[in-house]
């Protein structure tokens, strides 16, 4: 990024504001201990044994680097089948949810038509009501379509979603016309310049909006735990949550089981850091 | 707005071309997929959450009018009470949060080198699994053997049960909460605080203004309104806690589940667990309620502390 160019090199004749930047390090170190003390802990347990665990004052560094709480976790949990059903549920939403508020917010944003302000209006409003409002309902059509335990049932309210098209429309909205009247000059119809000429522009738009909610989707646990009552089909959290209850005083296998499940989107992130950090930054552009 | 005056000067070149607007069908047919949707699962159960907080809606068979028994049983429900205190509690907590927040956006922006790896630390909690979180963090606040309380023996403090006694229960939580939303705080506010010129900062240290004064006269003041904006969405976060809850408190003796329920833990327990879906349309939409009068209150206290400038 652009900071790092800027090399410190005028850092004396700045004198007052550049000064030290040691004590702004201090300080930031010991946030950070506070933020990954958790992990570290999670860490150190998982290779430690039941006893090690429960011993008062507890153990800090495990006596022998034990394997057997992952052992425990993957021999007793399904995790692979839980972790297709988070994946594919997570797929289903992303892919879904994109095209749909692309062409939703590309409509709203370029093309007149009647009734475009009020529709848009009632978008906004549902965009406004917290989502436990909508739960009971969503719960009888999933019912009623017989949908309960299936992997669609996880990702069908997220398809669609007011917070998509207003960010799409928003992305839309600030781009220059020219490309438009080009391409409709060329002879493309309405859909070619969206989908040929419009859409690609909305690249990092698309980029954040998919990661997240992804992000969303992964990490949602009341809406799986709703329609998936009989235990068939449960992405991770709902599994992991089920874990608890199972083995209550294991911390071993429960930390191994919280390290396993969580890994693949902390990768995800790692990967993609630009394009979460622009849409948790975007999300907070307008409310 | 303002761009309209630029608009008509092209218009001819495209008539005389043979080039048309697209048509509202385009839009319409746009539109459509988005607008079902809406309708089907959003609009549709809106209304019918609020239909079924008139009525009496057992699992089985036809619901009942019964206009506001719902709304009267839950203000006369010591339950719905506690979880309204509860959340309200949690939610005060959580803003204590936002102050640190700024603090630590303020610091990172002041770093050159290594800003990157701050940001990825402090948003580890955001995306891993809150149900991972909350198992760890509850292995760390266990009363006999968790890391918090031997911790606290160092300094001679008595170890509590952090989670399993109500006393500390919300605390406890809010503690975690704060953990969990710093990440999404920081990026939020950085973002705020790229777009305070710098000039402003070099013109105040040349009158010789120290850090901490810059930060309280050019700092907080420029970055209020994304102070605003976190404290609204944190806010409506901190109304909505379940999965910290639902995960802290699985098999945990029962007084401290039933003096910590929050308001969406008890939605879910009446209308998912309990089936009492009458009951439970008439808790969302209490709480939709308090939502949006706490978005109200804080807009209308903005007026005394946000800077526009």
């Not at chain 2, 955001?126 to 300094?155: E, H, K, Q």
């Not at chain 2, 203004?209 to 944190?234: D, E, K, M, N």
Request: aromatic share 14%; hydrophobic share 55%; charged share 10%.
């Amino acid at each position: 990024m652009a900071e790092s160019t800027v090399r410190r090199t005028s850092g004396p004749r700045r004198g007052g504001r550049a000064g030290a930047t040691w004590p702004i390090h201090v300080l930031l170190v010991v946030a950070v201990v506070f933020m990954v003390v958790p992990f570290v802990w999670q860490l150190l347990t998982v290779f430690k044994t039941t006893a090690e665990v429960t011993r008062v004052p507890p153990t800090i560094l495990p006596a022998d680097f034990s394997l057997h709480s992952f052992e425990t976790f993957f021999s007793t949990v399904p995790f692979w089948s839980m972790f297709a059903v988070s994946a594919g549920s997570l797929v289903l939403r992303v892919a879904g949810q994109i095209v749909v508020a692309a062409l939703a917010g590309y409509a709203f944003a370029r093309i007149p038509f009647p009734g475009s302000r009020v529709l848009f209006g009632l978008f906004i409003v549902m965009l406004m009501v917290p989502s436990q409002l909508f739960l009971i309902g969503q719960f009888q059509l999933i019912r009623d379509l017989q949908l309960l335990d299936t992997l669609p049932a996880l990702a069908i309210p997220g398809l669609f979603s007011a917070f998509g098209t207003f960010l799409m429309r928003q992305a839309f909205l600030t781009m220059p016309g020219d490309y438009e009247e080009a391409a409709r000059l060329d002879g493309a119809n309405t859909f070619q310049v969206f989908w040929y000429v419009m859409l690609p522009m909305a690249r990092p738009m698309l980029a954040a909006l998919a990661v997240l909610t992804g992000l969303y989707s992964w990490n949602d646990l009341l809406w799986p735990l709703i329609v998936s009552p009989s235990g068939e089909n449960r992405p991770l959290p709902v599994g992991l949550a089920g874990l608890q209850g199972q083995f209550g005083t294991d911390y071993p296998t429960l930390m191994a089981g919280a390290l396993v499940c969580s890994i693949p989107l902390v990768i995800v992130f790692l990967v993609l850091q630009r394009q979460f950090f622009a849409g948790i930054a975007s999300s907070g552009l307008k409310g | 707005m303002t761009n309209v005056a630029t608009k008509p000067v092209r218009r001819p070149v495209g008539r005389r071309t043979g080039v048309s607007k697209p048509s509202g069908w385009w839009g319409l047919a746009f539109i459509a997929p988005a607008t079902i949707g809406l309708v089907a699962l959003y609009v549709w159960p809106f209304l019918s959450t609020l239909l079924k907080s008139f009525q009496d809606v057992p699992a089985f068979g036809p619901a009942t009018f019964v206009g506001l028994e719902n709304y009267t049983t839950l203000i006369g429900d010591g339950d719905f009470w506690k979880a309204f205190q509860n959340s309200a509690l949690y939610t005060l907590i959580i803003l204590l949060g936002i102050p640190l927040a700024v603090v630590l956006a303020a610091l990172i922006e002041q770093v050159g080198r290594g800003r990157a790896i701050y940001r990825v630390l402090f948003f580890l909690p955001v995306v891993t699994l809150p149900v991972a979180i909350g198992m760890v963090w509850r292995f760390i606040y266990n009363g006999d053997f968790g890391l918090l309380n031997y911790v606290l023996s160092w300094f001679g403090i008595d170890g509590q049960f952090w989670v399993a006694d109500p006393r500390f229960t919300i605390y406890a939580f809010g503690v975690v909460g704060i953990w969990m939303g710093l990440g999404i705080n920081l990026i939020i506010l950085g973002a705020g605080l790229q777009a305070i010129p710098k000039a402003l900062y070099e013109a105040s240290s040349l009158d010789g203004a120290g850090r901490v004064r810059q930060f309280f006269h050019i700092t907080v003041p420029l970055l209020s309104p994304s102070i605003f904006f976190v404290t609204i969405l944190s806010v409506i976060a901190a109304l909505q806690m379940f999965d910290l809850l639902f995960i802290m408190l699985r098999g945990v003796n029962n007084t401290a589940l039933t003096d910590s329920k929050t308001i969406v833990y008890l939605f879910y327990e009446k209308a998912f667990v309990q089936f009492d879906q009458g009951y439970g349309a008439a808790i969302a939409i209490v709480l939709l309620m308090v939502i949006m009068i706490a978005t109200a209150l804080q807009f209308r206290l903005q007026r005394s502390w946000v800077f526009y400038g």
